[in-house]
């Protein structure tokens, strides 16, 4: 990955990973997880599982530790898998609109 990819690299939404990280003060990883959850209404965990090639069960509880303060809920809903509801996502694009005005 040369130095520009690095710099604005985007998930599979189109959103740019490194911009989530800062908006919302998490690793690369964790963004990337973030992106997967806002870019669909639920993730489930073979898709998390998929994603990150590691145990998803420990990388949920670190994005909850993180996103809780901000007032952002990662729910666990039997059977569907992972979701950020509506006021969590509307907490992720005011914040994001910090640093990119033309993302709202």
């Known amino acids: 990955m040369d130095a520009a990819q690095e710099i604005k690299e985007t998930g599979d939404a189109g959103i740019d990973i490194t911009l989530l990280a800062v908006a919302l003060n998490i690793t690369p990883l964790l963004a990337r997880i973030v992106a997967l959850m806002i870019s669909k209404p639920a993730l489930s965990t073979s898709e998390l599982r998929a994603s990150i ?7 949920i509880s670190r994005l909850r530790e993180k996103l809780d303060p901000l007032g952002i809920k990662v729910e666990s809903h039997y059977g569907v898998g992972y979701v950020i509801g509506p006021d969590g996502r509307d907490i992720i694009r ?4 910090r640093y990119e005005p033309a993302l709202i």
Request: glycine residues 0%; charged residues 20%.
């Open 94 to 97: 005011e914040r994001m609109s």
């Open 53 to 59: 090639n590691s145990n998803s069960s420990v990388y």
